[in-house]
Structures are given as C-alpha cells and as structure tokens.
Antibody, heavy 125, light 107 residues
C-alpha cells in the first residue's frame, strides 16, 4: 500500500523552527518528485514547495522562500521540510504529497496523486 | 501567478441529483488541471488529473471537462459520501495554485 506519514509538527513560538518529516512506503520513493502543501485553519490549500526525484530541481512559494528548505533522503525514503523564522500565518496542517507526471513534448507536468494525513504546526506565543 | 477561481462557493444539492462545479484560470493552463475532494478532518484526495482523467479508484460518477481557462467537475448522482469540499488546482506553471474551494452540501 502506498503510504505517506508526516511527523514533526508542534507548538512553536514566533521566530522558532521545526523540521517536518514525511516517511514514504509502498512505492519506489527515489523515482518520484515530492511536494509540501499546507492548509491554515478553516482555509483552503496552499502549495508550499516541490523537490524533484534527484533533488536537482526545487521550488518554493513566495510566502516561504528564504525561510523554508525542502530536502529528501532517498536512502531513507524520507522527505523533509525545515521551517525557520516561523510566523503566526504559518500555522497550518502541512501535508506531503507524491507527484506523478505526464510528459508533453519536452516538458514534464507534475500533479499530486497521493497525500499523507498531515502534521499540524501552530505558531503562537 | 495563475489565479484559480471556483464557483459557486457553496452548492446545495439533494442526494441522487447532479452537481456541477466550475473552475476558471486567469490564463491558459492547457489541460494541466486537477480536482481534489476533501472531507472535513481528512487529507485531500485526487479525483481528476489532466482535466478529465479519473484517478485510480475514483467512481465513474465523477467526470471532468474543459481546457484552457474553463473547467467543470460533474458528479452525476450524488451519494452521501460526496458531500465535501472540492478544489481545483493548476499544475501548468510554477507556483502551482489552487482554487478557493466549493463546498458541496446536502439540500
């Protein structure tokens, strides 16, 4: 069974840091790109970051650029999100998601086909 | 950044009836459009990718259509488990962006 399990969330003060993890199983992790998506309480979904299978391509939402760092360890089937300089508006459930892809001509397009259950980050003093 | 706009914000439909949800992109996203279902307290679930391709295990009552800037998700005969929030998302350009969601509620 394909599974993603997030961990590492918690209550942190403004300006603090956390390292979120996502453990993957049931598929060849090293063959897939991965993403993080968050959802603030009562709000919609916001894409946060993307990392390619070999870590050669990384993208961030403007709202987190310079504060968050995505990484992965293919030997450990794990995805990470280092979140620094946290603000109240970063309070959310953070989901990791597997990216499947289609190829059109020379371009690849990635969509999120499997999601974890999420880990909650609360930023408050 | 491509802005995705969903309508209506809330849709009230009776079980067994058809529901039609709309999604508009601020510029063309070709067919690189996905639909997700989210039941309260749960993670999103992929329903449709490529604007019209059902994801694995998704019932045939869910169908997607459209290309460019206008997209539709149709649920042909609503079941009790279909009442949820639905999001469209474009993955044609970075950053990937979601619509604000349509809440499908029981009438």
């Amino acid at each position: 069974e394909v599974q993603l399990v997030e961990s590492g969330g918690g209550l942190v003060q403004p300006g603090g840091s956390l390292r979120l993890s996502c453990a993957a199983s049931g598929f060849t992790f090293s063959s897939y790109s991965m993403s993080w998506v968050r959802q603030a309480p009562g709000k919609g979904l916001e894409w946060v970051s993307y990392i390619s299978s070999s870590s050669s391509a990384i993208y961030y939402a403007d709202s987190v650029k310079g504060r968050f760092t995505i990484s992965r360890d293919n030997a450990k089937n794990s995805l990470y999100l280092q979140v620094n300089s946290l603000r109240a508006e970063d309070t959310a459930v953070y989901y990791c998601a597997r990216d499947s892809w289609i190829q059109v001509n020379y371009y690849y397009y990635y969509y999120m086909d499997v999601w974890g259950k999420g880990t909650t980050v609360t930023v408050s003093s | 950044e491509i802005v995705m706009t969903q309508s209506p914000a809330t849709l009230s439909v009776s079980p067994g009836e058809r529901a039609t949800l709309s999604c508009r992109a601020s510029q063309s996203v070709s067919s690189n459009l996905a639909w997700f279902q989210q039941i309260p307290g749960q993670a999103p679930r992929l329903l449709i990718h490529g604007a019209s391709t059902r994801a694995t295990g998704i019932p045939a009552r869910f169908s997607g259509s459209g290309s460019g800037t206008e997209f539709t998700l149709t649920i042909s005969s609503l079941q009790s488990e279909d009442f949820a929030v639905y999001y469209c998302q474009q993955y044609n350009n970075w950053p990937q962006t979601f619509g604000q969601g349509t809440k499908l509620e029981i009438k």
